[in-house]
């Protein structure tokens, strides 16, 4: 995925849809300004919540709030009393997913790659964490989920993904949101076979993304994401840098694991 999206405020205009002051999210790539005919629009964002920060218009009313809140309600399908499994807990979506979760009854366990991300997740709501760079899924979710894990909501892929697959129980279902563990090989990744274990035990995994997906119900999930964020059941968390040239070294940071929730530059 390619797309860059900017939280772009209108300067100047002559577009009918888009007058002086529209605050517009936008696939504008990396840049401090520009010009546009509107057709790269994606959301209008001039209605946030009081209590939210602007910049969540490129974060919990935007992709990321999008992504999560589709893979938790209309592909997981969760319910109360379900447990889900969200790795990449402490990133944009995996934030997301935590509290959207939270707010329907059911037990939520991240994975994350630091102690100091296990706190934070804590923090955003998860009933528990582990540091997947120092446990093993099995022990982990033996002492987090006794009674296994029905859903799964995949930031990472990889060899982390096939090992969660062979822990969750009968009929687990699979969100594949992404792969982050394989965007950086130099060489093509590989992982277990995780086809044998699903097929025995009757699991299922639907792939999804955010524009192909989840255009059609992106109005109705705005909707949603901003009354839970009026009521403050669903807040931004951001990691925030500052200034144009902060952009590449703020990409790769997040490649790294460096942002605790969206990593987000102001310009
Ligand atoms: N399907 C869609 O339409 C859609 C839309 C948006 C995003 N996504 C996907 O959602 C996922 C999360 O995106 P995001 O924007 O929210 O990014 P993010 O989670 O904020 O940042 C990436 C995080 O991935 C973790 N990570 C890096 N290398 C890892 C590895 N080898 N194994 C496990 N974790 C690793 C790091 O956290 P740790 O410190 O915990 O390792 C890092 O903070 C990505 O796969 C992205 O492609 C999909």
């Not at 504008?28 to 057709?39: E, F, L």
């Not at 594949?176 to 992982?191: D, E, F, I, R, T």
């Not at 299922?204 to 109705?220: K, L, T, V």
């Not at 807040?235 to 990593?263: C, H, R, W």
């Amino acid at each position: 995925m390619n797309q860059r999206a900017g939280l772009i405020r209108v300067t100047k205009s002559r577009h009918p849809k888009y007058p002086v002051d529209s605050i517009l999210v936008m696939n504008v790539g990396w840049r401090t300004g520009g010009k546009s005919d509107g057709s790269d629009v994606w959301y209008v964002r001039t209605d946030i919540p009081k209590n939210v920060p602007m910049s969540a218009g490129v974060g919990i009313f935007a992709m990321t709030g999008l992504t999560a809140y589709y893979g938790v309600n209309y592909v997981l399908k969760l319910k109360a009393g379900d447990t889900l499994l969200v790795s990449g807990a402490a990133g944009a979506v995996g934030t997301v997913v935590g509290q959207v979760a939270k707010t329907m009854g059911c037990r939520v366990i991240g994975s994350c790659g630091s102690e100091e991300k296990i706190k934070f997740v804590k923090s955003v709501g998860y009933d528990d964490a582990f540091n997947y760079k120092t446990e093993s899924v099995s022990e982990a979710l033996k002492k987090l989920a006794p009674n296994g894990v029905n859903l799964y909501f995949d930031n990472v892929g990889g060899s982390f993904s096939s090992a969660v697959i062979e822990n969750m129980n009968k009929g687990g279902r699979i969100a594949c949101c992404g792969a982050v563990s394989s965007y950086n090989s130099k060489v093509p990744a590989q992982a277990p076979v995780v086809q044998g274990t699903m097929a025995l035990r009757s699991m299922s995994m639907q792939g999804f993304n955010i524009f192909d997906d989840i255009p059609a119900h992106a109005d109705e999930i705005y909707v949603a994401m901003k009354k839970l964020a009026a009521e403050g059941k669903v807040k931004q968390y951001e990691y925030v840098t500052d200034g144009f040239e902060t952009l590449p070294s703020t990409f790769i940071g997040m490649l790294q694991g460096k942002n605790f929730g969206k990593a987000v530059v102001k310009i």
